[in-house]
């Protein structure tokens, strides 16, 4: 029997606990500093906004831990000697491990901004993060938000939540349009100036100005004008939590380095979830962070087989992602916007400008789907995507892709339609009973 040791508690280090313990009767010990229960990171801004509390984001009960013989240590991990096989923790314990896990989650960008270290400026990432935020917010006029993600637009509806005018620097040209096509971009974009926000695109942050106090004042942006703010989030990305490993033997480049099978350098030392950078061999192309849930939960449950007797590799399948940007919900599945050769694009948008639905194809098969204010099913779209289906092929059955067909109006007809439009001579073969809706969208 083995004692594996995981540094964090996020979706990653206990998935990875969770189905160890399912395979073996190892010991396992999970450290962490941020909070005593792994929690849903994703839920934080609802507990800010009073949809839930604290509790309600532990996908645990706490009996969990001690039935499924999981030890939960709340300290932080500082030094790992991989020599001794020991980690160093700040309280002073030092614990031996058979297989260390490193699982250290994320950190939020800074980039030597003058004054970004001011008190009322922070980042969104952590419990202690949300806490500072809700000190932080106490009676602020005026806020700024600097970075277009989807972390930012998380805090501008919180903020939104309780009144607090929000003026939001986005570097890029639309909203988040290094990953959104041009389109969905732009519905962004106007979504969130009609939530109130006074979002200022292609403009960057300067500096943070300091008050008598030392609390932030106002910032300069890049287009030298000064805007007068009490609180100020810095939400232009993360980045790997690794610091405490740079005196170790294990690799580091912006993440830990980890093949595959999500082994880094050095034996019985792993690491998966948004610390780690997959190396990909290919030197055309650059190697691969996962900041993502679903990521990370998929990497916990490979390395526990790994760790248990099979080696087994990751492989991320086909791309998903979902979100919401205030009111409207955005999915992805397969590739968008990766601009692959000989793809097009079927882009229907409703007249509304807050639903659209992007079907990405090329002459073999569809390869991608966007979907704002509508909900497509991931297993449908999944489906579709692994089995190559041409575009003809999906959009006949397309109606079936919708997740709550009976509560909203149906947008395919109109979607096929479009598609005829555009090229004339083809006529999809539709589904029975379909076509009724055509009509009010042609
Ligand atoms: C506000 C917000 C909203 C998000 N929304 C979404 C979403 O909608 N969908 C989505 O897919 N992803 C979302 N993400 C990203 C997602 O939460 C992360 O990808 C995921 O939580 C990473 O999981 P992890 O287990 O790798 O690390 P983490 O969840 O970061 O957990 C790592 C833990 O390790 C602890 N730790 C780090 N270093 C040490 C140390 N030296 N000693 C002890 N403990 C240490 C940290 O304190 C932390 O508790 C969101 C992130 C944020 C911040």
């Not at 030392?214 to 703010?229: F, H, K, L, Y």
């Not at 679903?294 to 916990?300: L, Q």
């Not at 449950?301 to 991320?316: F, N, Q």
Request: net charge negative; with cysteine; aromatic share 10%.
């Amino acid at each position: 029997m083995s004692h594996v040791l995981i540094i964090g508690n996020g979706i990653a280090g206990v998935t990875a606990a969770r189905h160890i313990r399912k395979l073996s009767d190892d010991d396992i010990t999970i450290i962490s500093g941020e909070t005593e229960y792994f929690y849903s990171r994703p839920a934080l801004m609802y507990i800010y906004m009073g949809h839930m509390t604290f509790d309600h984001t532990k996908p645990h009960e706490d009996w969990f831990w001690e039935k499924n013989r999981i030890a939960r240590l709340r300290d932080y991990v500082t030094r790992v000697d991989t020599e001794s096989k020991k980690v160093e923790l700040l309280s002073g314990i030092v614990m031996p491990y058979d297989v260390l896990i490193i699982a250290s989650g994320s950190a939020s960008n800074k980039f030597g901004w003058p004054g970004q270290d001011l008190r009322g400026v922070q980042g969104l990432y952590s419990m202690q993060d949300l806490e500072l935020m809700e000190q932080n917010t106490q009676d602020v006029e005026h806020a700024v938000i600097v970075g277009g993600g989807l972390i930012g637009i998380e805090v501008a509806e919180m903020l939104d939540s309780r009144s607090i005018p929000v003026s939001f620097l986005v570097r890029e040209k639309e909203y988040w349009d290094n990953v959104l096509p041009a389109e969905e971009a732009a519905m962004v974009s106007r979504h969130v100036r009609e939530h109130g926000v006074d979002l200022r695109l292609q403009t960057e942050l300067k500096e943070i100005l300091p008050d008598a106090n030392g609390r932030v004042r106002a910032v300069r942006s890049n287009q030298d004008e000064e805007i007068a703010c009490q609180f100020v989030a810095l939400t232009a990305g993360v980045h790997p939590n690794i610091d405490f490993l740079r005196s170790s033997a294990v690799d580091c480049n912006r993440g830990v380095l980890v093949n595959d099978y999500l082994e880094t350098n050095v034996a019985d030392v792993y690491a998966i979830g948004d610390c780690a950078e997959i190396i990909v061999p290919d030197p055309e192309k650059r190697n691969r962070i996962e900041q993502l849930w679903y990521t990370g939960k998929m990497h916990g449950e490979v390395v526990a087989h790994t760790i248990c007797g099979t080696r087994s590799k990751y492989e991320r399948g086909i791309l998903f992602n979902s979100a919401k940007f205030f009111d409207i919900e955005y999915h992805t599945y397969g590739l968008v916007n990766f601009n692959t050769p000989g793809e097009k694009n079927l882009y229907w948008e409703h007249p509304d400008g807050k639903r659209s639905i992007r079907i990405v194809y090329n002459d073999k098969a569809v390869i991608g789907f966007n979907t704002m204010g509508i909900r497509y099913r991931h297993s449908t779209c999944e489906r579709w995507l692994r089995e190559e289906r041409p575009i003809d092929y999906v959009l006949a059955h397309l109606d079936q892709a919708n997740f709550d067909p009976e509560f909203y109006e149906l947008c395919e007809p109109a979607v096929l339609n479009l598609f005829e439009q555009q090229n004339p001579g083809i006529t999809i073969a539709k589904r029975k009973g379909r076509g009724i809706l055509s009509s009010i969208f042609a």
